[in-house]
């Protein structure tokens, strides 16, 4: 069976369409007979349908106070549900309107099938008009389900520090179409979740500890162990710097200019910058207190004199 919101929208107005003449040729036809009728046969027919009527009203009373206290259950059940899992209370307050506007919309087509009225025209104008509304809120919708996969798979939360879509920062809030992130200069980017659910994501929060690293130079000729003696002392002066992982020294490269030692420590995450600049501080003040040089680059120039003798015989 085909779903009707894989119907064109044409022919999904064309279906509307003949739905309505279908009905107006039904009641057209009815009155005609009637119009030729005894009356007692009217009475008759009449005292039939409302006898008929009445037993249908009646059941689709009993169907609607059973539907509703079905519908109030099962809202509990999924609430309970959804409190045990710890959904996202966004999240949480979306299911639960679907699940309510969801559970009365089927009731009220049952209801209206049982009294008798001809449901394949609701069903037609719903779909149309969930149809009309998808293709108008395509980009809307597509930045919604972001957001739903976002609050169930927590890919970060509310106070993780993440860097995406080119910006980085502090998330503040966590909303059903867009994040917002406050960046370390203080400004509000609101990001869709449509990007963020189908992008890279780096969150800086996640783990409970990071590792910094660290390049420093040295001249050539300065003492490779005098300089990786004086890191590490300040490495162990430093209690937010963690033992296990041991911190890491090593010779790294023999540069054009310097020679670099490479400098790898573990803190937790919320010291990461404190450290990392401390340290940074520390090293150039220590280094010139031992006599360790930190080089730069340069280009030393030597110009050879020539007689005047070669200069005239280039000329």
């Not at 779903?3 to 279906?15: F, H, K, V, Y």
């Not at 509000?188 to 783990?207: A, D, H």
């Not at 990461?272 to 930190?294: M, R």
Request: charged share 15%.
């Amino acid at each position: 069976m085909i779903s009707p919101l894989a119907i064109p929208p044409l022919a999904q107005a064309t279906t509307v369409e003949s739905a309505t003449d279908s009905t107006l040729t039904h009641v057209e036809k009815h009155i005609n007979e009637l119009a030729h009728m005894p009356v007692q046969d009217i009475i008759d027919n009449l005292t039939t349908w409302v006898v008929t009527f009445g037993k249908n009203l009646l059941l689709a009373i009993a169907v609607y106070l059973i539907g509703r206290w079905l519908i109030r259950h099962l809202k509990k059940l999924v609430r309970r549900i959804l409190e045990k899992r710890q959904v996202d209370p966004s999240l949480s307050s979306f299911i639960m309107s679907l699940t309510k506007i969801t559970l009365s919309l089927f009731l009220i087509i049952v209801i209206i099938g049982i009294l008798g009225i001809d449901t394949t025209s609701f069903v037609a104008v719903f779909a149309s008009a969930g149809l009309a509304v998808g293709m108008a809120l395509s980009g809307t919708l597509q930045n919604f389900a972001g957001g739903v996969m976002i609050l169930i798979f927590k890919p970060y939360k509310v106070g993780d520090t993440i860097e995406a879509q080119g910006y980085s920062g502090v998330v503040k809030e966590i909303q059903l179409i867009s994040t917002i992130i406050n960046t370390p200069d203080n400004k509000t980017i609101m990001i869709p979740n449509g990007s963020l659910s189908t992008g890279i994501i780096n969150n800086y929060s996640r783990e409970g500890r990071r590792r910094v690293e660290w390049t420093f130079g040295i001249a050539y000729g300065d003492s490779y162990d005098l300089a990786r003696e004086t890191i590490m002392s300040l490495i162990q002066a430093d209690p937010r710097i963690q033992t296990d992982p041991a911190p890491f020294i090593a010779l790294k490269e023999l540069a054009d200019s310097s020679v670099n030692l490479v400098v790898r420590v573990w803190v937790e995450t919320n010291d990461y910058w404190s450290v990392y600049f401390d340290l940074n501080e520390k090293v150039y003040k220590v280094f010139a207190q031992k006599g360790l040089s930190i080089p730069f680059p340069q280009m030393d120039v030597y110009v050879h004199p020539t007689s005047e003798a070669t200069v005239s015989s280039g000329q």
